[in-house]
C-alpha cells in the first residue's frame, strides 16, 4: 500500500519526563503490531521523523520495529534506511554547509558547552548540530537557549549558510533552507507519493514544516500550543490522548481500524 505514507515524528511518542501508564506500553505494543502489517503492504508505511540522528531513530525503531521505509533524521538534514544500515545526507545541503558544521562539532560546541554544563551535544549527526538540556525543567529556556547559541555562530547566521530550530527539547544548529517538509517532499517524489494522501503526525513548531506539506494531519494531547493550533487551523485530528495512545489514536482514527 505505498501510495500512502504516516510521518510520524517520534517526539510524539517519548515521554519527556517518563510520567506513562499501562496504556503508553500497550499501544507500544499496538504501534508494533501496526509496523509488521506495513512492513508486509497491508497498511500505508510509517516514516519515523525526528530532530535527533540516526541513532536516536533507531532506539525507537528497536522499540516498536523497523518500518520498512527511510526515516528522516536531523530534522531534515539526512535520512537513514534501516534496510540498508546507510545515512543519507539531504543533496541541497552544500558541501561548504557540512564543512562549517563539521567545525562547529569540532570546536564551537566544546565552547557553548563549557560555558552552559547544562546542555549535551546529540551524538552521531552528519548534517547538524543539536543541543538538548539535560533536565526539562532547567532555568535556561529553549529560547534563551537558542539565543546564547546564535551568538556563537553568528557569522554563519549573517552569511545565511545555518539556521536555529527549536525542538521539544532542544535547540538545532541546521543547514539554512533546510526542514522536515523539504525532505518529506523529497521522499514522496522518490517514492512517486501523493502527499496530499499521506497522513501526518506532529508535536512540536519544528513538525509544522511537514505538516503543511501533507493533507491529513494530527496530533496527540502531548503535542505543544503551536503545534495544536495549526492542526485544528488545517481541520486535521488532535486526540484527546498522550504520547503512544494518542499516536495510535490519530492512525486508527484516519484510516478506521482498531
Known sequence: MQESMIVLSVDCLVSQDGNVDENY???????????????????????????????????????????????????????????????????????????????ITRRIALLILKKYPVLFLSPGQEASVTFTRRNINSALSLEKMRKAIRKFIAKFLKKKILKTVISKNSVS?????????????????????????????????????????????GCPQNADDECKRFVKGKKGYISQHNYAEGTADVIKWFLQIE
Open 25 to 103: 506500553y500497550n499501544n507500544l505494543a499496538w504501534l508494533a503490531r501496526y509496523i509488521q502489517a506495513a512492513n508486509t503492504d497491508k497498511y500505508p508505511n510509517i516514516c519515523l521523523c525526528s530532530e535527533g540522528s540516526a541513532i536516536f531513530a533507531g532506539a525507537i525503531g528497536l522499540l516498536i520495529g523497523w518500518p520498512h521505509f527511510p526515516a528522516i533524521v536531523e530534522n531534515g538534514a539526512a535520512f537513514f534506511d534501516p534496510l540498508t544500515n546507510e545515512p543519507r545526507i539531504h543533496p541541497e545541503v552544500p558541501l561548504k554547509t557540512q564543512n562549517a558544521l563539521k567545525g
Open 173 to 217: 544548529i541546521m543547514p539554512a533552507g533546510i526542514n522536515k517538509g523539504k525532505a518529506v517532499e523529497l521522499l514522496a517524489r522518490e517514492r512517486g507519493l501523493d502527499l496530499r494522501q499521506c497522513i501526518g503526525i506532529g508535536s512540536s513548531q519544528s513538525d509544522i514544516s511537514f505538516l503543511e506539506k501533507i493533507g491529513l494531519i
